[in-house]
Protein backbone atom coordinates (compact mmCIF):
# COMPACT_ATOMS: atom_id res chain seq x y z
CA UNK A 1 0.00 0.00 0.00
CA UNK A 2 2.88 2.57 0.69
CA UNK A 3 2.60 5.09 3.44
CA UNK A 4 0.11 7.52 2.74
CA UNK A 5 0.79 11.27 1.75
CA UNK A 6 0.88 14.17 3.76
CA UNK A 7 -0.62 17.59 2.17
CA UNK A 8 1.85 20.68 2.62
CA UNK A 9 0.97 24.10 1.61
CA UNK A 10 2.53 24.93 -1.72
CA UNK A 11 2.54 28.46 -1.07
CA UNK A 12 4.17 30.82 1.47
CA UNK A 13 3.23 34.59 2.46
CA UNK A 14 5.22 37.67 2.27
CA UNK A 15 7.62 38.37 4.70
CA UNK A 16 4.87 41.50 5.90
CA UNK A 17 1.52 40.63 5.05
CA UNK A 18 0.34 43.77 7.03
CA UNK A 19 2.14 46.27 4.85
CA UNK A 20 -0.65 49.23 3.67
CA UNK A 21 1.04 49.44 0.24
CA UNK A 22 1.37 45.72 0.29
CA UNK A 23 -2.09 45.03 1.09
CA UNK A 24 -3.45 47.65 -1.59
CA UNK A 25 -1.41 46.22 -4.09
CA UNK A 26 -3.00 42.57 -3.57
CA UNK A 27 -6.69 43.84 -3.65
CA UNK A 28 -5.90 45.52 -6.40
CA UNK A 29 -4.71 42.32 -8.24
CA UNK A 30 -7.80 39.99 -7.08
CA UNK A 31 -10.20 42.77 -7.79
CA UNK A 32 -8.49 43.00 -11.56
CA UNK A 33 -8.26 38.90 -11.99
CA UNK A 34 -11.06 37.63 -9.92
CA UNK A 35 -8.89 35.81 -7.49
CA UNK A 36 -11.17 34.42 -4.80
CA UNK A 37 -8.44 34.17 -1.70
CA UNK A 38 -5.43 36.26 -1.26
CA UNK A 39 -4.02 32.23 -1.37
CA UNK A 40 -4.28 31.99 -5.15
CA UNK A 41 -1.95 35.19 -5.38
CA UNK A 42 0.82 33.81 -2.99
CA UNK A 43 0.61 30.25 -4.83
CA UNK A 44 1.82 32.23 -8.28
CA UNK A 45 4.11 33.76 -6.31
CA UNK A 46 5.63 30.91 -4.86
CA UNK A 47 5.68 29.27 -8.52
CA UNK A 48 6.84 32.56 -10.28
CA UNK A 49 10.21 32.48 -7.11
CA UNK A 50 10.60 28.99 -7.93
CA UNK A 51 11.08 29.60 -11.75
CA UNK A 52 13.04 32.21 -11.25
CA UNK A 53 15.21 30.20 -8.61
CA UNK A 54 15.81 27.58 -11.74
CA UNK A 55 16.73 30.47 -14.24
CA UNK A 56 19.06 31.51 -11.39
CA UNK A 57 20.92 28.10 -10.85
CA UNK A 58 20.99 27.92 -14.52
CA UNK A 59 22.91 30.94 -15.14
CA UNK A 60 25.72 29.95 -12.65
CA UNK A 61 26.19 27.34 -14.19
CA UNK A 62 29.30 26.42 -16.75
CA UNK A 63 28.05 26.77 -20.54
CA UNK A 64 28.36 23.28 -21.82
CA UNK A 65 25.87 21.75 -18.70
CA UNK A 66 24.08 25.40 -19.24
CA UNK A 67 23.46 24.55 -22.93
CA UNK A 68 22.06 20.62 -22.06
CA UNK A 69 19.78 21.97 -19.23
CA UNK A 70 18.74 25.46 -20.45
CA UNK A 71 16.37 24.50 -23.16
CA UNK A 72 14.26 22.26 -21.18
CA UNK A 73 13.20 25.11 -19.13
CA UNK A 74 12.52 27.47 -21.73
CA UNK A 75 10.47 25.13 -23.83
CA UNK A 76 8.58 24.03 -20.63
CA UNK A 77 7.82 28.15 -20.15
CA UNK A 78 7.11 28.58 -23.66
CA UNK A 79 4.22 25.95 -24.13
CA UNK A 80 2.24 27.74 -21.32
CA UNK A 81 3.27 31.26 -23.18
CA UNK A 82 5.30 32.95 -20.66
CA UNK A 83 8.18 33.54 -22.85
CA UNK A 84 8.25 33.40 -26.42
CA UNK A 85 11.00 31.11 -28.25
CA UNK A 86 13.75 33.80 -28.76
CA UNK A 87 13.29 34.59 -25.09
CA UNK A 88 16.41 34.12 -23.07
CA UNK A 89 17.01 33.60 -18.83
CA UNK A 90 17.06 37.04 -18.60
CA UNK A 91 13.16 37.38 -19.94
CA UNK A 92 12.65 34.80 -17.28
CA UNK A 93 14.26 36.82 -14.76
CA UNK A 94 12.51 39.83 -15.52
CA UNK A 95 8.81 38.25 -15.31
CA UNK A 96 5.75 39.56 -13.52
CA UNK A 97 3.19 37.88 -11.12
CA UNK A 98 0.59 39.19 -13.70
CA UNK A 99 2.18 37.02 -16.28
CA UNK A 100 1.26 34.19 -14.74
CA UNK A 101 -1.97 35.21 -13.87
CA UNK A 102 -2.57 36.27 -17.23
CA UNK A 103 -1.86 31.89 -18.68
CA UNK A 104 -5.12 31.47 -15.98
CA UNK A 105 -8.30 29.75 -17.47
CA UNK A 106 -10.16 32.46 -15.93
CA UNK A 107 -8.37 35.57 -17.51
CA UNK A 108 -8.47 33.91 -21.26
CA UNK A 109 -11.88 32.81 -20.87
CA UNK A 110 -13.10 36.11 -20.04
CA UNK A 111 -11.21 37.79 -22.81
CA UNK A 112 -11.97 35.18 -25.55
CA UNK A 113 -15.31 34.48 -24.54
CA UNK A 114 -16.49 38.39 -23.74
CA UNK A 115 -17.17 37.82 -20.20
CA UNK A 116 -18.22 41.29 -18.72
CA UNK A 117 -15.91 40.61 -15.69
CA UNK A 118 -13.46 37.97 -14.23
CA UNK A 119 -16.35 36.80 -11.80
CA UNK A 120 -18.55 36.35 -14.03
CA UNK A 121 -16.16 34.48 -16.18
CA UNK A 122 -14.79 32.44 -12.51
CA UNK A 123 -18.77 31.56 -12.22
CA UNK A 124 -19.11 29.89 -15.61
CA UNK A 125 -16.31 27.41 -15.29
CA UNK A 126 -16.50 26.48 -11.83
CA UNK A 127 -20.71 25.85 -13.14
CA UNK A 128 -18.58 23.45 -15.99
CA UNK A 129 -19.79 25.90 -18.91
CA UNK A 130 -16.19 26.23 -20.20
CA UNK A 131 -14.60 23.35 -22.24
CA UNK A 132 -11.21 23.08 -23.84
CA UNK A 133 -11.78 21.06 -26.83
CA UNK A 134 -13.97 17.89 -25.91
CA UNK A 135 -13.37 18.51 -22.10
CA UNK A 136 -15.00 20.13 -19.38
CA UNK A 137 -12.63 22.10 -17.32
CA UNK A 138 -13.85 23.89 -13.73
CA UNK A 139 -10.89 24.80 -12.32
CA UNK A 140 -10.31 28.72 -12.58
CA UNK A 141 -6.23 28.49 -11.66
CA UNK A 142 -5.72 25.76 -14.56
CA UNK A 143 -2.70 27.30 -16.70
CA UNK A 144 -3.73 27.33 -20.26
CA UNK A 145 -1.23 26.22 -22.99
CA UNK A 146 -0.53 28.06 -26.35
CA UNK A 147 -2.03 24.71 -28.01
CA UNK A 148 -4.95 25.00 -26.28
CA UNK A 149 -6.03 28.96 -26.32
CA UNK A 150 -8.05 28.64 -29.58
CA UNK A 151 -9.92 25.21 -28.23
CA UNK A 152 -11.93 27.28 -25.53
CA UNK A 153 -15.17 27.38 -25.80
CA UNK A 154 -18.69 27.14 -24.19
CA UNK A 155 -20.66 23.97 -24.35
CA UNK A 156 -23.44 23.80 -26.87
CA UNK A 157 -26.24 23.70 -23.36
CA UNK A 158 -25.05 26.71 -21.97
CA UNK A 159 -27.17 29.43 -21.45
CA UNK A 160 -24.31 32.07 -21.83
CA UNK A 161 -23.81 30.91 -25.72
CA UNK A 162 -27.21 33.65 -25.94
CA UNK A 163 -26.16 36.02 -23.15
CA UNK A 164 -22.30 36.72 -24.88
CA UNK A 165 -22.15 38.46 -27.40
CA UNK A 166 -18.37 40.96 -28.85
CA UNK A 167 -19.04 44.40 -28.20
CA UNK A 168 -19.49 46.31 -31.11
CA UNK A 169 -17.02 48.83 -30.30
CA UNK A 170 -14.05 49.49 -28.26
CA UNK A 171 -14.47 52.73 -26.65
CA UNK A 172 -17.65 52.04 -25.04
CA UNK A 173 -20.53 49.75 -24.06
CA UNK A 174 -23.51 49.00 -26.82
CA UNK A 175 -25.48 50.50 -24.90
CA UNK A 176 -24.12 54.23 -25.38
CA UNK A 177 -22.61 53.88 -28.61
CA UNK A 178 -26.45 54.33 -30.70
CA UNK A 179 -27.35 57.61 -28.83
CA UNK A 180 -28.82 59.98 -30.92
CA UNK A 181 -27.22 63.92 -30.91
CA UNK A 182 -29.75 66.01 -29.05
CA UNK A 183 -30.74 69.24 -31.16
CA UNK A 184 -29.12 71.36 -28.30
CA UNK A 185 -25.65 69.56 -28.67
CA UNK A 186 -24.88 69.75 -32.82
CA UNK A 187 -21.54 70.66 -33.87
CA UNK A 188 -21.07 74.24 -34.56
CA UNK A 189 -20.33 73.67 -37.97
CA UNK A 190 -23.75 72.70 -38.51
CA UNK A 191 -25.64 75.19 -36.72
CA UNK A 192 -23.10 77.66 -38.84
CA UNK A 193 -24.61 76.48 -41.73
CA UNK A 194 -27.96 76.46 -40.85
CA UNK A 195 -27.31 80.36 -39.85
CA UNK A 196 -26.01 80.85 -43.14
CA UNK A 197 -29.11 79.32 -45.17
CA UNK A 198 -31.30 81.41 -43.25
CA UNK A 199 -29.39 84.52 -44.13
CA UNK A 200 -29.67 83.83 -48.00
CA UNK A 201 -33.21 82.83 -48.28
CA UNK A 202 -33.47 86.70 -46.19
CA UNK A 203 -31.74 88.72 -49.02
CA UNK A 204 -33.28 86.75 -51.74
Known amino acids: MGD ?7 WKKPKRPLNYDLKMDELKTLG ?10 WKTQTELSRVRLQARSLLALRQEERKKKEPILMQSLTKI ?11 VLNLQVNDLLSRRLQTITQRKLFFKTPYQARQAIVHGHIMIGDSIITIPSYVVKTVEENKIHLTPESPFNQMLSKPESDLGSPETENLEIQPDEQPKNEEQEAKQGVKKESTE
Open 32 to 41: TFGLKTKQEL
Open 4 to 10: PKTSRKV
Open 81 to 91: GLVDESSTLDD
